[in-house]
Every structure is written in C-alpha cells, then in structure tokens.
Nanobody, 129 residues
C-alpha cells in the first residue's frame, strides 16, 4: 500500500533554512518514479515548487525558488528532500510530496507535473518577516 509522509516543516524567520523530507513506502524503490513538491496556501489550491525525474535528467523549479531551493532524492531509501534556503514569507504554506510513475503518456517532470499516483498529507512551513 502506497504511503507518502512528509516531515521537516516548522516556523522560521525570513532568511532562514529548512530541509523537508518525504518518505515513500510501497514501491521497493523510487526508480521509475518522478517526485515533486507542491505548496498549498490560503487561496492557492496547488502550486508546483519543484520536481525531479528518476534519472535526474528532468528537473524543474518554480521561478520564485530557483537558486534558493534544491530537490534531491535517494532512490534506494525511498526518500526525497527539499532544501529550502533564504526563506521568504511568501514561501509559507503546506508542502506536499507527490509521486508519479514514469513511462506513461503523462508529460512527467516539468511545469505541468501533477503527481498522479499519490500525495502526502503535507508538512507546514511558516516564514515570519
């Protein structure tokens, strides 16, 4: 049974850093899966932040986080990370990890990534000014 659990959120001040983790159970490894991070906030149903394909050939970052956030993955440990540096108040929200199997007709990692195969419950990030 697929389970996606995020952790690492918290309350920080502007300019500080956080590292989010996402552990996926169910698949024997994350090989063949694209993983992405999304943000939800009041008035924002779903905003893609970053994604990375299994081979790491496809990587996407939302413009506002480029140079500040880094997505990484450990396929053998079924874990994905989002390193968030120089945090801003506008980064506040619930961050969700989303999984999608590759090799389908879906476009995969990119600005239209949707994480079709599963989402976690999210971890809250609050950045104060």
């Amino acid at each position: 049974q697929l389970q996606i659990v995020e952790s690492g959120g918290g309350l920080v001040r502007q300019g500080e850093s956080l590292t989010l983790s996402c552990v996926v159970t169910g698949p024997s490894s994350l090989d063949g899966y694209t993983i992405g991070w999304f943000r939800r906030a009041p008035g924002i149903e779903r905003e893609e932040v970053a994604c990375k394909s299994s081979s790491e050939r496809k990587i996407y970052y939302k413009d506002s986080v480029k140079g500040r956030f880094t997505i990484s993955r450990d396929n053998a440990r079924n874990t994905v990370y989002l390193q968030m540096n120089s945090l801003k108040p506008e980064d506040t929200g619930s961050y969700h990890c989303a999984l999608e199997q590759e090799g389908t007709l879906l476009p995969g990692c990119g600005p239209t990534y949707v994480g079709m195969d599963g989402w976690g419950q999210g971890t809250q990030v609050t950045v104060s000014s």
